[in-house]
């Protein structure tokens, strides 16, 4: 179904979000809501008593809730949202096929919106969308845009005590940024005015696949931002109508950095931003560590460019960059001097970036790590094990419990334990603690002074609390 026609038939239409906790509905089911959809939802975390302070916000903010058993459907005008993946046997699904309800996915009703602005950027790539998509709306606010947002993380530039759950923002209608996702396919949905190509580099698809999505995606953009330090993102370029190019590391980019600039701490990092096109250079000073986020910053600062907004303008809206929650979140340190940090890293390339900004400090990393679900260890646990095994030193522990599970028919036949194994294979130290608990007593057992512990895994938002819960224990 073509987007536009999508949006137009969903008009003021109630929603029903199927998982409305969940990191990409909850964002969404913001944005329709401020656009004056009246919302409901179920969510299996919310029966099983999982974070209940988010749930407790959406019931106070005029979201309706229900169990996870159906009830919440109840007439044929209102639109189901749900995951492609979501079985028919989980019973709104089955309660809305009974009605005759119709039924989108999450990036269906996303894509329609977002298609339906007249200004969008879309932020798409293996890693660092949240973080590229989260400065882009911060430069954009700064400079008076006032955009609708949709992220997959808490922007915390945009948290206040009415919504700690800021993963969207509500601005114009006619103004939109979003991470878009290639894990599913459904970044091919996207026709953004701007559209930004961070890296390719695997995840869940192979790189034949993502190949075809991310060419495909900078082809149908007015104008594409391209990371030509990716090798494969620079091999697709020559598919862009339009482009604006950035990097760290090639000095043929319109916009990059003066290598000799860059001055880099545990709490952020200097350098000078180089306009190669205009000849001319802008001090850039980021509260972010970790080169990583030193080339998302130059992404956001190209894509701003596309926009209209000076280079000068951009790095200087960045500043003030507050960062996201669960991207190299720093919790606290504890009186003895270990610091927490809580990550969102779960991919190769996400898990190498934060790993690489911990060893550019000083002190042991003891890092526990878990995968967020079997499917994605089958697809990349050999990189994954290649990356601990890599990245840290011998003095360096990696601990992984079993990969998330909240239920249903996956497979479950590639576990943590072999991961353990190639890690260690690969020279690197690495134990197998099969419960979350039992892995929080091993790591306050092994942690020492000056030790850095990074909590990392995705699609579970209990692993802040697992975060906090260990920094407390330290105090």
Same mark, same amino acid.
């Given at each position: 179904?073509?987007?536009?026609?999508?949006?137009?038939?969903?008009?003021?239409?109630?929603?029903?979000? @199927?998982?409305?906790?969940?990191?990409?509905?909850?964002?969404?089911?913001?944005?329709?809501?401020?656009? *004056?959809?009246?919302?409901?939802?179920?969510?299996?975390?919310?029966?099983?008593?999982?974070?209940?302070?988010?749930?407790?916000?959406?019931?106070?903010?005029?979201?309706?809730?229900?169990?996870?058993?159906?009830? *919440?459907?109840?007439?044929?005008?209102?639109?189901?949202?749900?995951?492609?993946?979501?079985?028919?046997?989980?019973?709104?699904?089955?309660?809305?096929?009974?009605?005759? @309800?119709?039924?989108?996915?999450?990036?269906?009703?996303?894509?329609?919106?977002?298609?339906?602005?007249?200004?969008?950027?879309?932020?798409? %790539?293996?890693?660092?969308?949240?973080?590229?998509?989260?400065?882009?709306?911060?430069?954009?606010?700064?400079?008076?845009?006032?955009?609708?947002?949709?992220?997959?993380?808490?922007?915390? $530039?945009?948290?206040?005590?009415?919504?700690?759950?800021?993963?969207?923002?509500?601005?114009?209608?006619?103004?939109?940024?979003?991470?878009?996702?290639?894990?599913?396919?459904?970044?091919?949905?996207?026709?953004?005015?701007?559209?930004?190509?961070?890296?390719?580099?695997?995840?869940?698809?192979?790189?034949?696949?993502?190949?075809?999505?991310? %060419?495909?995606?900078?082809?149908?953009?007015?104008?594409?931002?391209?990371?030509?330090?990716?090798?494969?993102? %620079?091999?697709?370029?020559?598919?862009?109508? $339009?482009?604006?190019?950035?990097?760290?590391?090639?000095?043929?980019?319109?916009?990059?950095?003066?290598?000799?600039?860059?001055?880099?701490?545990?709490?952020?990092?200097?350098?000078? !931003?180089?306009?190669?096109?205009?000849?001319?250079?802008?001090?850039?000073?980021?509260?972010?560590?970790?080169?990583?986020?030193?080339?998302?910053?130059?992404?956001?600062?190209?894509?701003?460019?596309?926009?209209?907004?000076?280079?000068?303008?951009?790095?200087?809206?960045?500043?003030?960059?507050?960062?996201?929650?669960?991207?190299?979140?720093?919790?606290?340190?504890?009186?003895?001097?270990?610091?927490?940090?809580?990550?969102?890293?779960?991919?190769?390339?996400? @898990?190498?970036?934060?790993?690489?900004?911990?060893?550019?400090?000083?002190?042991?990393?003891?890092?526990?790590?878990?995968?967020?679900?079997?499917?994605?260890?089958?697809?990349?646990?050999?990189?994954?094990?290649?990356?601990?095994?890599?990245?840290?030193?011998?003095?360096? !522990?990696?601990?992984? @419990?079993?990969?998330?599970?909240?239920?249903?028919?996956?497979?479950?036949?590639? %576990?943590?334990?072999?991961?353990?194994?190639?890690?260690?294979?690969?020279?690197?130290?690495?134990?197998?603690?099969?419960?979350?608990?039992?892995?929080?007593?091993?790591?306050?057992?092994?942690?020492?002074?000056?030790?850095?512990?990074?909590?990392?895994?995705?699609?579970?938002?209990?692993?802040?609390?697992?975060?906090?819960?260990?920094?407390?224990?330290?105090?």
């Amino acid at each position: 179904m073509d987007n536009r026609v999508l949006a137009g038939s969903l008009d003021g239409r109630p929603l029903f979000f @199927c998982g409305i906790g969940g990191s990409g509905m909850l964002p969404l089911a913001q944005i329709a809501h401020g656009l *004056g959809h009246p919302v409901a939802g179920s969510d299996r975390g919310h029966d099983q008593g999982r974070t209940p302070e988010k749930f407790a916000w959406l019931a106070s903010h005029g979201f309706q809730l229900f169990p996870q058993d159906g009830s *919440g459907v109840t007439s044929p005008e209102q639109v189901l949202v749900a995951s492609a993946a979501i079985e028919d046997s989980v019973p709104e699904v089955a309660r809305a096929k009974a009605l005759g @309800c119709e039924r989108v996915s999450r990036a269906e009703l996303l894509a329609a919106l977002f298609n339906a602005a007249g200004f969008s950027i879309a932020v798409g %790539g293996t890693s660092g969308k949240s973080t590229v998509t989260g400065m882009i709306a911060w430069i954009l606010h700064e400079g008076g845009f006032d955009p609708t947002v949709m992220n997959g993380a808490v922007m915390k $530039n945009f948290v206040s005590p009415d919504n700690p759950f800021a993963s969207a923002r509500i601005g114009r209608r006619d103004r939109f940024v979003s991470e878009v996702d290639e894990s599913d396919g459904s970044i091919a949905l996207y026709r953004p005015t701007i559209g930004v190509l961070l890296n390719v580099s695997l995840d869940h698809k192979s790189i034949e696949e993502l190949r075809v999505l991310f %060419g495909n995606f900078i082809a149908s953009a007015g104008t594409a931002v391209i990371n030509l330090d990716s090798p494969e993102a %620079g091999a697709l370029a020559p598919r862009a109508r $339009n482009r604006v190019t950035f990097a760290l590391k090639n000095p043929m980019a319109d916009i990059t950095i003066e290598p000799d600039s860059i001055d880099q701490s545990d709490f952020g990092i200097r350098a000078a !931003v180089i306009d190669n096109r205009r000849r001319e250079v802008f001090p850039l000073i980021l509260p972010l560590p970790g080169l990583h986020n030193l080339s998302n910053a130059l992404a956001a600062i190209a894509a701003a460019d596309a926009a209209g907004i000076g280079v000068d303008e951009a790095a200087y809206a960045l500043r003030s960059f507050a960062g996201l929650a669960r991207r190299y979140d720093v919790i606290g340190t504890s009186p003895s001097g270990i610091t927490v940090i809580d990550d969102f890293g779960h991919n190769p390339e996400k @898990c190498a970036a934060t790993l690489r900004t911990l060893k550019a400090g000083q002190g042991r990393v003891i890092a526990f790590f878990q995968p967020h679900g079997y499917g994605p260890l089958r697809q990349m646990g050999t990189e994954l094990a290649q990356t601990f095994a890599r990245e840290l030193g011998p003095d360096d !522990v990696t601990i992984l @419990c079993d990969p998330v599970y909240f239920g249903g028919t996956v497979d479950r036949s590639e %576990g943590s334990e072999q991961i353990v194994a190639r890690i260690n294979q690969g020279g690197g130290k690495a134990e197998h603690i099969p419960a979350r608990e039992a892995c929080l007593e091993r790591i306050i057992a092994l942690a020492r002074p000056g030790d850095r512990i990074v909590v990392m895994g995705a699609r579970d938002d209990t692993l802040s609390d697992f975060a906090r819960s260990i920094l407390g224990r330290l105090a």
